[in-house]
């Protein structure tokens, strides 16, 4: 599983635990029912999305563009050493 398909596996599943805990969290310290802390929390995890795809479609656009300078840590760094 690669590329677009594994991404949108891994944010689903993942959005949905932090759906849960956003929701069980805020409805136990508010007071409020579940519907309000569910719709709260939905909101917060499409904000999340959204904000996420757009930082990392910027992100790997400009690591495009760097041709010679997009290195690993290690490769960047005279620190790392192999045994």
Not at 19 to 48: E, P
Request: hydrophobic share 45%.
């Amino acid at each position: 599983m690669q590329g677009i398909k594994r991404r949108v596996i891994y944010v689903v599943f993942y959005e949905l635990i932090t759906l849960l805990i956003i929701s069980t969290a805020f409805s136990f310290f508010s007071g409020k029912d579940a519907g309000h802390s569910t719709t709260l929390g939905v909101v917060v995890v499409m904000l999340a999305v959204v904000w996420n795809t757009v930082y990392n479609t910027l992100f790997e656009m400009w690591g495009k563009k760097q041709t010679g300078s997009w290195k690993k840590p290690c490769q960047a760094s005279a620190s790392c050493h192999r045994v």
